[in-house]
């Protein structure tokens, strides 16, 4: 257990819709990264927060955004869902350093239909 | 872009023998880290190397990385069907700490 918890675990949904993915950190870590992982893309980093503000952007559509919250858990939102946004959705915590260790959590299934 | 490409890709091999999995990447980084996924499941940590680091220990693992061939292997000795897994490697690059995995190596290993 990496002490990074994710919910829900599955998701299933359809095209058009909108959900909401949310992630808590290891306890005393400031650092959440967002990652998907997909069959044709493999994993790929999306974005990450350091102690609430935006600290990095990767291979994230517009259709999807995150925030980091004062209490330090984060949400990523996937709003006009399509079919290819089935994927395993990762979320990674770290102290903060650039040189930190990343835990991650369980992840959430998502399925579009 | 993507960093870190393993190979071998697929890996079966007797419970005891010795895995070694290989890792390329194109920039310089800060660290390489490997992780592993049981099937659909969360990554597990298994171990990270810093750039100024050439090889490093923990349990059966052993990673060594060499920056000016840009490469690094995981060795994992004695291995035991527990060890069947997907095994990614991860750089971070300078300036920032976001990871960059390949493709990642199947490994089985055959009781």
């Known amino acids: 257990d990496s002490g990074v918890t994710q919910t829900p675990k599955h998701l299933i949904t359809a095209t058009g819709q909108r959900v909401t993915l949310r992630c808590s950190p290891r306890?005393?870590?400031?650092?959440v990264y967002w990652y998907q992982q997909s069959l044709d893309q493999g994993l790929q980093f999306l974005i990450q927060?350091?102690?609430?503000?935006?600290?990095a952007k990767g291979n994230i559509l517009e259709r999807f955004s995150a925030q980091q919250f004062p209490d330090l858990h984060s949400e990523l939102n996937l709003s006009s869902l399509e079919l290819g946004d089935s994927a395993l959705y990762f979320c990674?915590?770290?102290?903060?350093?650039?040189?930190?260790?990343?835990?991650f959590g369980p992840g959430t299934r998502l399925t579009v239909l | 872009s993507q960093q870190g490409e393993e190979d071998p890709q697929a890996l079966s091999i007797q419970e005891g023998e010795n895995a070694t999995m290989n890792c390329s990447y194109k920039?310089?980084?800060?660290?390489l880290q490997w992780y592993r996924q049981n099937s659909g499941r969360g990554l597990v940590h298994l171990i990270l190397?810093?750039?100024?680091?050439r090889e490093k220990h923990s349990g059966r693992l052993r990673v060594t990385l060499d920056t000016s061939k840009k490469s690094s292997s995981l060795l994992i000795t004695a291995s035991r069907a527990a060890d069947t897994a997907s095994y990614f490697c991860?750089?971070?690059?300078?300036?920032?700490?976001?990871?960059?995995f390949g493709k990642g190596n199947q490994v089985v290993v055959i009781p």
């Open positions: 306890s005393g870590d400031l650092s």
């Open positions: 190397i810093r750039s100024n680091e």
């Open positions: 927060y350091y102690n609430g503000e935006e600290r």
């Open positions: 990674a915590s770290s102290v903060g350093g650039i040189t930190d260790t990343q835990y």
């Open positions: 920039t310089s980084i800060n660290n």
């Open positions: 991860a750089t971070s690059l300078r300036g920032n700490n976001r990871l960059a």
